[in-house]
């Protein structure tokens, strides 16, 4: 069964920061996906950013990127210029891929960072 | 564009009460649907998943059971509610096939005293 580790389980930087977030992930899998969601106070769940283990390059978006090392199962997220609104809950997940059309995440049990002012 | 509730937004719920929890999405066709439950401070843990109409999965054994009576409601029940039932639970859709991300709903929080 895939399991997915977050080592870190609380972080606090300083506004414009950059702060990196860690995830480790066991799979014997080839072909996978790994997301990272974040979960405001408000607790809706909402997705950063995406990454397909067959591609190389890493993901970006906007201030976020990851760095996705394969051979070592590992899915670090980097928030460059970090901001009040980036303070949430971030779960690392996993994704094997379709099971009859249909999409199981496994979760890691999350980070919770703290942008100050 | 495609929305998903669900409801209660929070419920307080004696031991061995019945529970009944609903989603719903708009705007989609023949999504998957999920329910996820998140303990206190924890991740999320994947319960059920529905395919289609009727169509129930369980990942794991517990006092809970899902429903899936129309192409866009999901139910999540329980006939005697337990005090290790209080979490966080989540609903979420997706498209089929695809690799992309899952659409949570606002969740709700279930206390059971």
């Known amino acids: 069964a895939q399991t997915v580790t977050q080592s870190q389980p609380e972080m606090s930087v300083q506004e414009a920061e950059t702060v990196t977030l860690s995830c480790t992930y066991d799979t014997s899998e080839n072909n996978y996906y790994l997301f990272w969601y974040k979960q405001p106070p408000s607790r809706q769940m909402i997705l950063v950013i995406r990454?397909?283990?067959?591609?190389?390059q890493n993901a970006t978006e906007n201030r976020f990127s990851v760095n996705f090392q394969k051979a070592a199962k590992s899915f670090s997220l980097k928030i460059s210029d970090s901001q009040l609104g980036d303070t949430a809950m971030y779960f690392c997940a996993f994704m094997k891929g379709t099971i009859q059309g249909a999409q199981k995440l496994v979760f890691g049990q999350g980070t919770r960072l703290t942008i100050n002012p | 564009s495609q929305t998903i509730h669900q409801w209660p937004a929070t419920l307080v719920q004696p031991v061995g009460s019945p529970l009944s929890l609903e989603c719903t999405v708009e705007g989609t066709s023949n999504p998957n649907l999920y329910w996820y439950r998140q303990a206190a401070g924890r991740g999320l843990q994947l319960l059920f998943y529905s395919v289609g109409i009727g169509q129930i999965s369980s990942e794991v054994p517990q006092n809970l059971s899902a429903s899936r009576p129309q192409d866009r409601q999901f139910i999540l029940s329980s006939k005697k509610l337990l005090l290790s039932d209080s979490g966080f639970y989540l609903c979420?859709?997706?498209?089929?096939?695809?690799?992309?991300?899952?659409?949570f709903g606002p969740g709700t929080r279930l206390t059971v005293t």
């Open positions: 990454q397909e283990a067959y591609k190389q």
């Open positions: 979420a859709w997706s498209v089929k096939f695809s690799s992309y991300e899952q659409y």
